[in-house]
């Protein structure tokens, strides 16, 4: 008896520590990904004719800054929103919980398909750019992915929406747990600003600040729990 008696807090103690460094390896991961997709919005190049489609010129001397942006930036995306629904279910067990779970699947399954389009697009502008083609080739090539984009883009609108959805519905579960400072989940539901305001240059930049800042708290709320 007196070994079951002492062992079992040994094991508990175990237990703590194991889940304070894997909360603590999600705050710092979540806060690389979250400052990660706001310097890839500022470095996301401007369409030389404006518009959502870009031009050969456009892609040609930065093809691999494009290809290397947009795929990083799908990465960074799906890691992000994963590891903050995850900082959000630990926190809301209770009230709210039904609002955070709906909203973590719908944020997933919504970045998983934003990230395939994104990356898709990168494939689609890096290859017709390559040296080894010649200019005609590659404008033509070019050509039947702009006529073609709307296959790309049904998949990235639609994953967006999802993911913006379900982190509006996160922030209302958080609202309705009470388990972190008000403007947390307030500043989630800004998301709803990406809609209508472009994602990359300076005014991407003000919709994403608080965003970033309140998935950094958030992930930071999560280690500070099990702490």
Do not use: C
């Not at 494009?66 to 992000?80: C, H, M, S």
């Not at 400072?181 to 991407?204: D, E, F, K, R």
């Amino acid at each position: 008896m007196s070994v079951h008696t002492t062992s079992a807090p040994a094991h508990a103690g175990t237990r703590d520590t194991a889940t304070r460094k894997r909360y603590a390896i999600l705050a710092v991961v979540l806060t690389f990904t979250s400052v990660a997709a706001v310097v890839g919005g500022l470095l996301w190049p401007e369409p030389s004719g404006g518009g959502e489609t870009y031009a050969y010129a456009d892609i040609a001397d930065q093809r691999e800054l494009w290809w290397g942006l947009l795929t990083g930036l799908a990465i960074a995306g799906v890691v992000g929103t994963v590891l903050q629904t995850v900082a959000a279910l630990s926190l809301v067990r209770h009230r709210g919980s039904t609002w955070v779970t709906v909203g973590a699947v719908l944020a997933i399954l919504g970045i998983v398909a934003q990230a395939v389009g994104v990356a898709g697009w990168a494939a689609a502008y890096f290859f017709p750019t390559d040296p080894a083609l010649d200019a005609a080739t590659g404008q033509a090539a070019f050509a039947v992915v702009n006529d073609n984009i709307g296959f790309v883009f049904a998949v990235m609108i639609t994953g967006a929406a999802l993911a913006i959805l379900g982190q509006i519905l996160q922030a209302v579960g958080l609202l309705r747990a009470k388990v972190v400072p008000v403007w947390i989940p307030i500043a989630l539901m800004t998301a709803l600003l990406t809609l209508l305001v472009p994602g990359n240059g300076w005014a991407g930049l003000i919709t994403a600040l608080p965003m970033t800042a309140a998935a950094i708290t958030l992930g930071w709320y999560a280690y500070r729990r099990t702490a």
